[in-house]
């Protein structure tokens, strides 16, 4: 799969897609039609009829687990946790991008004066949001500009007038870092905005992996070929030359509009009213004949977003786990209904006195949770993390609350909820021990049936009037 036309064409044979012939206003009837689809566990939308344009907008590209399959490539069957599996797999396999001469997100160019992002059809997704958002299911590329690393981001972006998109870069993230740098320098920082792509590069965009790591390469991994990528036209940035849209600009870290809010993943606005957030200037925009606008609801679980994250989320967070070569981890698991990232549950099998300590405290220094993640449950390996029945089970039979809690402070998301909204820098850290102490010498008896009686009962069930 090269870019979204590949998906909507596949999807399409598949019978994952639907397409919207009839008229549909951009202004809030698109989200809430894509929304309610979307807890349904409906199709792809690709609507084709937006009033007032006449290109089209895709929304609800990764809401389940079979399309999430189709666009990493792997059996439409696969679980949650069987593509997290093969996204820690391939994660070592980097294939840097590779350039072509000729590209068809070239196809049109606006630029200077001629700027106008209105000509896009940029949805409004919910009633309070601060206006049109033009980046929501995209990603943001930048470039340190002391080591060259590229990075791949989405970071929402809010239609402010026809040549400035709003950004929230929260503090830590890998554009804010670079931004600071660029500050630094007292220069602005070349960026450029993909809408409308091959969507494995918004799932990684959206997915935390380490500093330094280009996401490029990782998304060259899992398709096993490096992203074909063109030089953008007012600056150095590789963009995917199958783009559908292409917006080039820069971030003046001194330069402020009002932003926000926004209908966030939580399900609450992202805060009171508007906030002064750095904005990009856009020079040029480049895309594809009819491009494909691409959108993502996210608002409240669960939906296209928290899919997104429980995947992206919840794969780095395994990563990072194995990167740090502790034995014994089995899977993990980080669920949608926790947008994949307030909640991690990992299963390990324990191999010496201390092990699920150390998992538990590996788990929130790594990049993915030490930013955010407030609950860390580990599980033994019988019990698998996704099955939240059998870890219910676990948390109430295996944990103890006067020796396996531990309660720590780290790095909150200012999205949190659960915090008051001038007080979400510093979150609360919660580790839940759930497994059976490695080093009892006695362990609790599990019951067992007895192996000859339940041959007997089976084979005399009829017998006793049951009919299966
Ligand atoms: C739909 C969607 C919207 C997001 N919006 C933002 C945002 O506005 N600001 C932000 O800092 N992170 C946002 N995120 C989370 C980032 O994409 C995520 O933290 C990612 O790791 C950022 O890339 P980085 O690790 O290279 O900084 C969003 C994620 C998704 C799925
Ligand atoms: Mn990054």
């Not at 894509?34 to 199709?43: L, R």
């Not at 490029?216 to 030359?241: H, M, W």
């Not at 957030?277 to 020079?283: A, C, G």
Request: charged share 25%; aromatic share 10%.
């Amino acid at each position: 799969m090269k870019d979204m036309r590949d998906f909507i064409e596949q999807a399409e044979s598949e019978g994952m897609l639907h397409r919207i012939k009839a008229e549909v206003d951009w202004d809030l009837e698109l989200s809430h039609i894509a929304k309610i689809n979307e807890e349904k566990q409906g199709p792809a939308l690709l609507f084709e009829n937006i009033k007032g344009y006449n290109s089209p907008v895709i929304t609800s590209v990764c809401t389940t687990s079979q399309r999430l399959s189709l666009i990493m490539g792997v059996p439409r069957d696969s679980t949650l946790v069987d593509i997290m599996k093969e996204w820690v797999d391939k994660h070592d396999n980097k294939i840097p991008p590779e350039y072509v001469e000729d590209a068809p997100c070239k196809g049109n160019i606006m630029k200077g004066k001629d700027v106008d992002l209105f000509n896009f059809p940029a949805p409004k997704y919910y009633p309070l949001d601060g206006g049109r958002f033009f980046g929501t299911a995209h990603f943001v590329i930048t470039k340190d500009p002391d080591s060259g690393w590229i990075n791949l981001g989405t970071y929402r972006l809010q239609l402010l007038d026809k040549n400035h998109l709003g950004t929230m870069f929260i503090k830590g993230k890998h554009s804010d870092l670079m931004l600071k740098k660029y500050q630094a320098m007292k220069k602005p920082m070349p960026v450029c905005a993909i809408i409308g792509c091959d969507p494995l590069l918004f799932l990684v965009g959206a997915s935390r992996l380490s500093a330094f790591e280009s996401e490029y390469d990782f998304a060259g991994s899992i398709r096993g070929k490096g992203i074909e990528v063109i030089k953008a036209e007012t600056n150095d940035l590789p963009v995917p030359a199958t783009a559908e849209i292409v917006v080039e600009g820069e971030v003046d870290a001194d330069k402020f509009m009002e932003e926000g809010p926004f209908g966030e993943y939580t399900g609450y606005y992202s805060g009171v009213g508007t906030n002064p957030r750095n904005f990009i200037d856009v020079k040029c925009v480049t895309y594809r004949n009819k491009p494909i606008f691409w959108g993502t609801t996210v608002g409240r679980a669960v939906t296209d977003t928290h899919m997104t994250m429980a995947l992206t989320y919840g794969a780095t967070l395994w990563q990072q786990l194995v990167t740090m070569k502790i034995p014994g981890i089995k899977s993990v698991y980080c669920p949608p209904e926790g947008s994949g990232r307030f909640l991690a549950i990992i299963s390990i099998k324990q191999m010496y006195p201390g092990h699920a300590d150390q998992v538990l405290t590996a788990a929130i220094s790594t990049e993915m949770g030490a930013y955010g993640l407030k609950t860390v449950i580990v599980v033994d390996d019988d019990i698998d993390p996704w099955d939240i029945p059998r870890v219910l089970y676990a948390l109430s039979f295996r944990f103890q609350p006067n020796r396996s809690q531990v309660i720590k402070r780290g790095r909150s998301t200012p999205l949190d909820p659960s915090l008051p909204l001038n007080a979400r820098e510093i979150t609360g850290r919660l580790l839940l021990d759930a497994t059976i102490p490695y080093d009892w010498d006695e362990k609790p008896i599990p019951i067992e049936l007895d192996k000859t009686t339940v041959d007997r009962v089976m084979s005399r069930w009829h017998e006793f009037g049951f009919q299966d």
